[in-house]
């Protein structure tokens, strides 16, 4: 008989109808039209009743399966008893059927931290930017990004009252990434992609000096990495703290897994465990390709600027 499936399968194929789940929650919250929204640190620093639902229903379900597993979501909520409703209990079957990288197949529930950024562009979220907003279940072992899930509730927004809303990518290190189609920025172009709400002088310094042939403003940490991986910019850069682990965990689980490359402005990789701080406090550098291009124009003022 059939080996039951790995324990970072079964998380992974988990993760990713729950992060289904959330996308539900997310569009529905939006037409009910009411969003709850909270200031957290300020104005751009924003809290909405799809938030605090989501993660709330991310948390109980993949605690309820994995018990064991330490699971950071972004928001400081009650831990009261969730409602039935908000629990996914399904699985992806495809996910499942897929065998696991070697390296990971002996992994214990215990060795597993999930990072989960519940709606990642909330600001853009309350404005009405619905193509920024992600859903971001990232998955770490020894300190490392080594799996994640990005769902998009509003892939296809705006195609019309027929679409069919939403999509849901995901990838593991050494199997690859899925969901969507691989692309590359096109030969030659510099196009790089930034914040949108959480600009300053540093941040753009840092690009002027990348002389860029265009720069992107967008929200969103898992959206930017969606825009790297379908050929739609050539390097996101971020010369500012403000990005946090939940937001890159994920979204780097699959870059990596599609062989691109990211890590804070002065080269250095990201650490996922446990005890971790939650900031990103040097910024963000990541690219599909040619990551070394990027990294040697970084100027040497910027990298001093940000303390890692």
């Known amino acids: 008989s059939m080996a039951s499936p790995a324990l970072l399968m079964r998380v992974v194929a988990s993760a990713y109808s729950v992060a289904e789940k959330?996308?539900?929650?997310?569009?529905?919250?939006?037409?009910?039209?009411?969003?709850?929204i909270v200031e957290k640190a300020g104005?751009?620093?924003?809290?909405?009743?799809?938030?605090?639902?989501?993660?709330?229903?991310?948390?109980?379900s993949l605690a309820r399966k994995f018990p064991?597993?330490?699971?950071?979501?972004?928001?400081?909520?009650?831990?009261?008893?969730?409602?039935?409703?908000?629990?996914?209990?399904?699985?992806?079957?495809?996910?499942?059927?897929?065998?696991?990288?070697?390296?990971?197949?002996?992994?214990?529930?215990?060795?597993l931290v999930i990072w989960v950024d519940p709606l990642d562009g909330t600001k853009e979220y309350t404005e009405g930017l619905l193509d920024h907003v992600t859903v971001l279940i990232g998955i770490a072992y020894g300190g490392k990004a080594i799996a994640g899930?990005?769902?998009?509730?509003?892939?296809?927004?705006?195609?019309?009252?027929?679409?069919?809303?939403?999509?849901?990518?995901?990838?593991?290190?050494?199997?690859?990434?899925?969901?969507?189609?691989?692309?590359e920025a096109p030969a030659g172009?510099?196009?790089?992609?930034?914040?949108r709400s959480h600009s300053n002088a540093l941040v753009n310094e840092c690009i002027t000096a990348l002389n860029p042939d265009a720069v992107i403003r967008v929200g969103g940490a898992g959206n930017k990495i969606v825009q790297l991986i379908e050929g739609k910019?050539?390097?996101?850069?971020?010369?500012?703290?403000?990005?946090?682990?939940?937001?890159t965990c994920a979204p780097e689980a699959i870059?990596?897994?599609?062989?691109?490359?990211?890590?804070?402005?002065?080269?250095?990789?990201?650490?996922?465990?446990?005890?971790?701080?939650?900031?990103?406090?040097?910024?963000?550098?990541?690219?599909?390709?040619n990551y070394d291009y990027y990294a040697s124009r970084i100027p040497n003022t910027v990298k001093e600027s940000l303390v890692p």
């Open 233 to 247: 910019a050539s390097a996101y850069v971020f010369a500012s703290p403000g990005c946090k682990k939940w937001d």
């Open 43 to 60: 104005p751009n620093d924003l809290q909405t009743k799809a938030d605090r639902l989501v993660q709330m229903s991310i948390c109980a």
């Open 189 to 195: 172009k510099h196009i790089v992609i930034t914040t």
């Open 68 to 111: 064991k597993v330490t699971i950071i979501g972004e928001e400081e909520l009650p831990t009261d008893d969730v409602t039935e409703d908000l629990i996914e209990d399904g699985h992806c079957e495809e996910i499942l059927k897929k065998p696991c990288p070697a390296q990971y197949t002996g992994i214990k529930e215990e060795e």
């Open 255 to 289: 870059l990596h897994a599609v062989g691109g490359k990211i890590t804070d402005i002065c080269g250095n990789p990201f650490q996922y465990n446990k005890e971790v701080k939650h900031m990103n406090s040097a910024g963000v550098l990541a690219t599909l390709r």
């Open 149 to 183: 899930v990005i769902n998009q509730p509003y892939y296809n927004y705006e195609e019309g009252a027929n679409a069919v809303l939403g999509r849901t990518i995901w990838g593991v290190l050494g199997m690859g990434a899925f969901g969507f189609q691989l692309t």
């Open 22 to 36: 959330a996308a539900t929650i997310v569009r529905n919250v939006m037409a009910a039209g009411d969003l709850g």
